[in-house]
């Protein structure tokens, strides 16, 4: 039987909207208080940025699955997503406060880094995974510039301390890749997991 739906484990707008675009119905499966989603984010000392990604998303999938079990809902695939912000082998996930976030901006500015998402759909007895990896130069950005756009607030809870979808366009000059997988969702490859799971996209 093919599911009509799916549950999307993630608390971010924005995979809303990208997963609407999609006209794929789904239900929010988010954490329970006492769950800990943040310490599934941790980095391991040395750990490359793809293999961090798809980790973190492999762990948001095993936590998502045992929600839907504790919690006794109708069975459905689960969506998880995760997105990292790579500088080489250096890891930029969200910033701590306005302090990381303008080091962070301080670091990216005049560069091309990677944006590396990974996303999971999983049932209890089959999961398929796919990775997006795009490449974003930014402008050089002066102390002001910086100051000025952490004030905004925009960079907070975001890997690598912007939203291409925000202010932080003013500074990106090119863009290689997927521009919904750097909003977080990419969406070619979860079009292609999810008709695998019987959806017509």
């Given at each position: 039987m093919k599911p009509d739906f799916i549950y999307l484990a993630s608390q971010s707008p924005r995979r809303r909207q990208l997963l609407e675009q999609l006209g794929v119905r789904h239900e929010l499966l988010l954490p329970d208080a006492d769950e800990d989603a943040e310490a599934l984010e941790a980095v391991k000392p040395g750990e490359a940025p793809a293999a961090y990604v798809q980790r973190v998303t492999q762990l948001k999938l095993d936590a998502a699955l045992r929600r839907l079990e504790r919690r006794g809902l109708p069975a459905a695939p689960v969506l998880c997503s995760d997105t990292t912000v790579a500088l080489?082998?250096?890891?930029?996930?969200?910033?701590?406060?306005?302090?990381?976030?303008r080091r962070m901006l301080g670091e990216l500015a005049g560069t091309m880094h990677r944006v590396l998402t990974s996303v999971a759909v999983?049932?209890?007895r089959r999961r398929l995974r796919a990775l997006s990896a795009s490449r974003v130069t930014f402008a050089p950005m002066s102390r002001q510039q910086i100051a000025a756009y952490v004030?905004?607030?925009?960079?907070?809870?975001?890997a690598g301390a912007y939203a291409v979808q925000g202010r932080a366009a003013a500074y990106i000059s090119h863009?290689?890749?997927?521009?919904?997988?750097?909003?977080?969702?990419?969406?070619?490859?979860t079009a292609e997991l999810l008709r695998a799971y019987g959806f017509k996209i």
């Open positions: 080489g082998r250096t890891i930029y996930g969200k910033p701590a406060d306005s302090a990381d976030a999983g049932t209890p004030a905004s607030g925009e960079p907070m809870g975001k863009i290689a890749g997927s521009y919904s997988g750097i909003m977080g969702l990419p969406m070619f490859e």
